[in-house]
């Protein structure tokens, strides 16, 4: 029988504010001491109050709309409650029945540049948990990131292919830097990423009734392997007439495979409910504005460049990696055209060359480089013809010894060319006129 | 309403409680009264009346974000009942 996978992906990311989710304690935690950056609201202490940072919301707006989500009209946050030494509270601040963003959308290419629409079900807001260290049969925490905001992006079922997760992944990870609502960095867990995976007979149209959850997974690479590794996992189950289950898989990179952590049995039992100290959120009126505020992201650029600029889409794809890289880019081609080239030149060159553009300098640089080698060549044969005779007039010496049959001597004439024409010739044409000239 | 052994045994993994056979058998009876006692309020029809979720009624209180002071870190740690290095320290937990 044919499967076709089922893959759903959760990604969390931890916004780059300058104070925490519910209190003004610093949310820039990075390697500092432990336990500097705490206060009774994050370190769970009675009677604490959580204080919600508008910044924040804000940021998970900006979110939810780049991903083309409504904004919905009232939100709350819920209490997520379980018994783990990461959260000092015993739950979870966080979004359950109420998030603030739903029903939004991103398009992904799969390996074969096949374009699908993945459906967003959800953006919402909650907060971040301690840090855990598990030395020596004792575990140490940190609370320094307890309470920092994080935003969480669920989307419905809709992938089929490991291909377009990882596109979906690079996608998100971009747009978090367009919008500058975080760092992203994976290696420091700014950003992570579980994805649930399933597979189904072809042609099925009902979802499976299990699925494996794959969790703790800090790269683009190791998610692929994992999501890849899982589908033949469970194929290979099902061929064998075992049934699946519900349950949490780790990805161990050492043996390239995936391993249980938690099994339907075990499943939590979170018993949300509405948190109590925290104001309902009605944000629907900013919708607007947050929308006008919101930078030209990066699918919507590559478009522009492929239209404005007659660049080819690959080439947009790679110019819009960054937002910085595309600002470089639209600055090179205004100093370029008074240097009359064209932006499809530019962009081959920057794009073929691996040119880095990081800096107005570097710009000006390339730009006077690429002029400079366009306009510099010399393509005039009559031009070339001139200084080749030259050159044979000023070398007597060398003329001589290739006529006895010192070949290499050509060398020697070669180079006074490309000397008198600063290297802007090219040298199989020069070659060329010069044998032809000495054998007359 | 009579709450088994099971549904208590759950209830206190859900809270962490570690119960023996004996608690259970006491605890199943006393939640159940518990439980007879809270089940009056279904008497109260509440067919029209919108659940209170906050008794405040306020929405969008919200704060600029700024960073104030944090507690210091002896501060922080002076009600744990082991800590190293600046960390709190608990028995060995798996990581998830």
Redesign the interface.
């Known amino acids: 029988m044919k499967y076709e996978p089922v893959i759903g992906l959760e990604v969390h990311v931890e916004l780059n504010t300058k104070s925490k989710m519910f209190c003004r304690c610093s949310a820039d935690y990075f390697g500092k001491q432990p336990n500097t950056h705490t206060c009774p609201v994050c370190l769970g202490l009675p009677g604490a109050l959580p204080f919600t940072n508008k910044e924040a919301i804000k940021k998970c707006l900006q979110i939810g709309l780049a991903l083309n989500c409504k904004v919905v009209d009232l939100s709350r946050f819920e209490r997520k409650i379980y018994f783990y030494p990461d959260l000092p509270k015993g739950y979870q601040i966080s979004q359950y029945r109420w998030p603030l963003c739903v029903e939004g959308w991103l398009e992904v290419e799969d390996k074969d540049g096949k374009v699908s629409k993945i459906k967003i079900n959800r953006v919402h807001q909650e907060e971040d948990t301690g840090k855990l260290s598990h030395i020596g049969g004792v575990t140490l925490i940190d609370y320094n990131r307890s309470t920092v905001p994080l935003v969480e992006i669920v989307t419905e079922p809709d992938f089929t292919d490991p291909s377009q997760v990882k596109d979906y992944a690079k996608k998100l990870q971009q747009i978090f830097r367009y919008l500058g609502v975080s760092s992203a960095d994976m290696e420091r867990g700014d950003m992570r990423l579980e994805a649930n995976v399933s597979v189904r007979p072809a042609g099925q149209k009902e979802l499976p009734n299990y699925r494996v959850e794959l969790k703790n997974i800090n790269s683009f690479r190791f998610m692929t392997a994992a999501i890849e590794y899982e589908i033949k996992r469970q194929i290979e189950a099902l061929e064998k007439g075992e049934k699946l289950t519900q349950e949490t898989r780790g990805w161990n990179e050492a043996k390239r495979d995936t391993y249980l952590q938690r099994s339907k049995e075990e499943a939590h039992d979170y018993r949300y409910f509405p948190e109590p100290d925290i104001s309902e959120l009605r944000v629907k009126s900013d919708e607007l504005r947050i929308k006008e505020e919101i930078v030209e992201l990066p699918n919507r650029k590559a478009k522009r460049f492929v239209a404005d600029y007659g660049i080819s889409r690959q080439n947009a794809q790679v110019l819009v990696d960054s937002k910085e890289l595309a600002g470089y880019f639209e600055e090179a081609i205004k100093l370029g055209r008074e240097k009359q080239l064209k932006p499809q030149e530019i962009a081959n060159y920057i794009v073929n060359q691996k040119i880095k553009l990081a800096s107005k300098d570097q710009v000006l640089r390339a730009v006077e480089d690429l002029a400079g080698k366009r306009v510099g060549i010399l393509e005039d044969e009559v031009k070339i013809e001139k200084i080749v005779a030259e050159v044979i007039f000023e070398n007597p010496n060398s003329v001589e010894d290739y006529q006895k049959g010192k070949l290499n001597a050509l060398q020697a004439l070669i180079g006074g060319v490309m000397r008198k024409t600063q290297g802007k010739v090219n040298v199989e044409k020069v070659r060329r006129i010069l044998e032809s000239k000495l054998q007359n | 309403m009579k709450l088994t052994a099971d549904q208590v045994k ?1 209830v206190a993994k ?3 409680l570690p119960l023996s056979d004996e608690e259970i058998e006491k605890y199943s009876g006393q939640l159940s009264k518990i439980l007879d006692y809270i089940d009056q309020l279904n008497s109260a029809d509440t067919s029209e009346v919108e659940p209170t ?4 009624g ?16 002896e501060e ?2 002076q009600n744990a009942s082991q800590v ?13």
Do not use: I, M, W
């Open positions: 759950k859900l809270a962490n979720f906050n008794v405040t306020l929405s969008n209180v919200l704060r600029e974000d700024k960073v104030g002071e944090s507690l210091p870190q922080a740690l190293k290095d600046g960390f709190f320290v608990t028995k060995g937990v798996f990581e998830e």
